[in-house]
Nanobody, 120 residues
Framework: EVQLVESGGGLVQAGGSLRLSCAAS????????IGWFRQAPGKEREGISC???????YYADAVRGRFTIITDSAKNTVYLQMNRLKPEDTAVYYC??????????????WGQGTQVTVSS
């Protein structure tokens, strides 16, 4: 059974930093791309970062240069280091593996998410 447990969210002031963690189990971590997504109130869920199995990392324009995705295969964990946070980063953040090695693949499994709130 695939399980994804996100943690590390919270309330932070604009300009601050947070580090999200996602502990994954139930699949071979190194065989799948894994990404971070977020859903703000009243908006659709969006992909913001992804790490493919060949080591390439992708970022949405809104977070490029501020967020960094880090994978730790030994711990089956993916992190999202978020710096210079803005109020518009407020959302529930999710991690999810794709259906294959590429970040272009679809997503089936989701964790419960972790809330990030950035105050101005």
């Amino acid at each position: 059974e695939v399980q994804l447990v996100e943690s590390g969210g919270g309330l932070v002031q604009a300009g601050g930093s947070l580090r999200l963690s996602c502990a994954a189990s139930g699949f071979t971590f190194d065989d799948y791309a894994i990404g971070w997504f977020r859903q703000a109130p009243g908006k659709e869920r969006e992909g913001i970062s992804c790490s493919s199995t060949d080591g390439n990392k992708y970022y949405a324009d809104a977070v490029r240069g501020r967020f960094t995705i880090i994978t730790d295969s030994a711990k089956n964990t993916v992190y999202l280091q978020m710096n210079r946070l803005k109020p518009e980063d407020t959302a529930v953040y999710y991690c999810a593996p794709t259906e294959g090695a590429s970040c272009a693949e679809g997503v089936i499994y989701w964790g419960q998410g972790t809330q990030v709130t950035v105050s101005s």
